[in-house]
């Protein structure tokens, strides 16, 4: 069964400075990849997502992630944050030949923007 | 276009009483899911649909059915709550492609708590 990390609960970032958040996942084949983005109070709304070819993901809000099979990680970066993108982010993956078993979440990673 | 839509929003339950959390999805979805969030835990899937009439259990189904009787609508049913049901439920849909599941939307969840 496949299975999603993200090391840090929290991250602490200054405003304009950049972020890395990461994700590895455990999987034998090919997965698929996403990241979610959750505001307070809010449901989850899709950053990105990785299929197939380029590595490099471009995402909505300025994010981006990429792929490195060899090290199984997924890390999503962005260059300049704003105190808008403090929220809670999740890594998730789904197997591709893994049928209707869904996405598997991580357990999310905190961002706290300070001014 | 509504997307995800689940309701009710809040609901206050004594233990052994029951209920349905109600989702609606209007973009034509195969697969739908319902998750639980709960603090440090991430999302964890309870049960899914990939078509009208039949459903599966995943991570955490004990305590809850579910049936789908259209494609359109997802209800997950709380026989007798237990106050270890107190979460956050989500409800998401997905295309699916060759069988596989691919981007969740969510609808914006259902706060439940268990006296």
Known sequence: ?????????????????????????SYGATPY????????????????????????????????????????????????VHWSDAAEYFCAVGAAG?????????????????P | NAGVTQTPKFQVLKTGQSMTLQCAQDMNHEYMSWYR????????????????????????????????STTEDFPLRLLSAAPSQTSVYFCASSRMEAGEVGE????????????
Request: hydrophobic share 35%.
């Open chain 1, 1 to 25: 069964a496949q299975s999603v990390t993200q090391p840090d609960i929290h991250i602490t970032v200054s405003e304009g400075a950049s972020l890395e958040l990461r994700c590895n996942y």
């Open chain 2, 37 to 68: 969030q709960d603090p440090g835990m991430g999302l964890r899937l309870i049960h899914y649909s990939v078509g009208a009439g039949i459903t599966d259990q995943g991570e955490v189904p004990n305590g809850y059915n579910v049936s789908r």
């Open chain 2, 104 to 115: 969740l939307f969510f609808g914006e969840g259902s706060r439940l708590t268990v006296l």
């Open chain 1, 33 to 80: 990849l996403f990241w979610y983005v959750q505001s307070p109070g809010q449901g989850l709304q899709l950053l990105l997502k990785y299929f197939s070819g380029d590595t490099l993901v471009q995402g909505i809000k300025g994010f981006e992630a990429e792929f490195k099979r060899s090290q199984s990680s997924f890390n999503l970066r962005k260059p300049s």
């Open chain 1, 98 to 114: 893994g049928g209707a078993d869904g996405l598997t979440f991580g357990k999310g990673t905190h961002l706290i923007i300070q």
